[in-house]
């Protein structure tokens, strides 16, 4: 994934979230794509049973959650179905693009906000993390990656966070209610599957699900006995400071439920390197440059867009 993402918005939007030191998610229940959400259950085991099949015996533990997955049908559908809640905010991997401008920065008078994705991901908590940063997957075979290589990262964070360097007793592990895990890892890309006539956007999305998060916790304090160890209540904590915990209201064409991601811990120019001004915008550089100065952001550079149209 790109280090770099775009963030195409308004003016207003950019002074909100210079000013507040905060991105704004708001509900999936409101987006542009009426199918958003509409990768089913059947069709992931399709995916999924293709990647057992080719990796299951070099990584076993992959079989593992199948069988899980199969002798417990019921209950895997019905964790996999469990309700959810996702707020997010979108980027793009494209950087000054025309047709950005013209859909997200209100007729080209807005601003494009570049985002250093790994410091904005460094916010997150490394095992219970509360939102994810993805791209989304436009056709199958980028969704069976994005899959199986979930499940690897998953499977070394269970290894390194148990201490436990036998992978006998790691799948041990996972055939006490196995099919939980395999549908945490459909919930994961539930939000980042997308019909392949919008891959123009080459979307990159920040998504967090208050359903999920609370359906983690209960689940972490169920295991924490079994894994020796204890981070439930540290997630708690941060979750709350995040800002993520509180649900608030916008109103655009229509009123909206939101979220905010507060981003003052790192409020830096690492977090935003630069900020493009829209070809239509009669923004002042050096009035922008003084006030995002101001706000702390001190070597972020601030450029024009390229883009020549009248």
Same mark, same amino acid.
């Given at each position: 994934?790109?280090?770099?993402?775009?963030?195409?918005?308004?003016?207003?939007?950019f002074?909100?979230?210079?000013?507040d030191?905060?991105?704004?998610?708001?509900?999936?229940?409101?987006?542009?794509?009426?199918?958003?959400?509409?990768?089913?259950?059947?069709?992931?085991?399709?995916?999924y049973?293709?990647?057992?099949s080719?990796?299951?015996? $070099?990584?076993?533990?992959?079989?593992? @959650?199948?069988?899980?997955? %199969? #002798?417990?049908?019921?209950?895997? &559908? =019905?964790?996999?179905n469990?309700?959810?809640?996702?707020?997010?905010?979108?980027?793009?991997r494209?950087?000054d693009?025309?047709?950005?401008?013209e859909?997200?920065?209100?007729?080209?008078?807005?601003?494009?906000?570049?985002f250093?994705?790994?410091?904005?991901?460094?916010?997150?908590?490394?095992?219970?993390?509360?939102?994810?940063?993805?791209e989304?997957?436009?056709?199958?075979?980028?969704? $069976?990656?994005?899959?199986?290589?979930? @499940?690897k990262?998953?499977? %070394? #964070?269970?290894?390194?966070?148990? &201490? =436990?360097p036998?992978?006998?007793?790691i799948?041990?592990i996972?055939?006490?209610?196995?099919?939980?895990?395999?549908?945490?890892t459909?919930?994961?890309?539930?939000?980042?599957?997308?019909?392949?006539?919008?891959?123009?956007?080459a979307?990159?999305?920040?998504?967090?699900?208050?359903?999920s998060?609370?359906?983690?916790?209960?689940?972490?304090?169920?295991?924490?006995?079994?894994?020796?160890? $204890?981070?439930?209540?540290?997630?708690e904590?941060?979750?709350?400071?995040?800002?993520?915990?509180?649900?608030?209201?916008?109103?655009?064409?229509?009123?909206?439920?939101c979220?905010?991601?507060?981003?003052?811990?790192?409020?830096t120019?690492?977090?935003?390197?630069e900020?493009?001004?829209?070809?239509?915008?009669?923004?002042?550089s050096?009035?922008?440059?003084?006030?995002?100065?101001?706000?702390?952001?001190?070597?972020t550079?601030?450029?024009?867009?390229?883009?020549?149209?009248?």
């Amino acid at each position: 994934m790109e280090k770099i993402a775009y963030h195409y918005t308004t003016i207003n939007g950019f002074y909100s979230i210079v000013k507040d030191k905060r991105l704004l998610l708001t509900s999936l229940r409101n987006m542009n794509d009426p199918s958003e959400g509409g990768y089913s259950v059947d069709t992931f085991m399709v995916d999924y049973k293709e990647i057992e099949s080719q990796y299951g015996s $070099k990584y076993p533990f992959l079989t593992i @959650l199948k069988e899980q997955a %199969e #002798q417990h049908q019921e209950e895997f &559908k =019905e964790v996999c179905n469990m309700p959810t809640e996702p707020y997010s905010t979108c980027f793009s991997r494209k950087r000054d693009s025309l047709s950005h401008w013209e859909r997200y920065s209100q007729g080209m008078t807005g601003i494009c906000i570049g985002f250093d994705l790994d410091v904005l991901y460094s916010i997150n908590l490394p095992m219970l993390e509360a939102f994810s940063i993805k791209e989304i997957s436009y056709d199958k075979e980028s969704r $069976k990656n994005r899959i199986f290589e979930g @499940l690897k990262k998953y499977y %070394e #964070q269970i290894k390194q966070n148990t &201490k =436990e360097p036998d992978d006998n007793k790691i799948c041990d592990i996972l055939k006490i209610k196995g099919y939980t895990h395999l549908a945490a890892t459909y919930q994961s890309i539930l939000y980042f599957v997308k019909e392949n006539y919008w891959n123009e956007e080459a979307e990159i999305r920040l998504l967090y699900d208050d359903c999920s998060w609370h359906n983690k916790i209960r689940l972490f304090k169920q295991i924490e006995d079994t894994w020796k160890i $204890k981070i439930t209540d540290k997630a708690e904590q941060w979750h709350d400071l995040s800002g993520l915990a509180n649900k608030e209201f916008v109103i655009f064409s229509t009123i909206r439920s939101c979220r905010y991601l507060n981003l003052d811990e790192d409020w830096t120019s690492k977090l935003i390197p630069e900020i493009i001004i829209g070809p239509f915008s009669r923004q002042n550089s050096s009035e922008l440059n003084d006030f995002i100065v101001d706000s702390g952001l001190k070597e972020t550079k601030v450029l024009k867009s390229e883009i020549k149209i009248r």
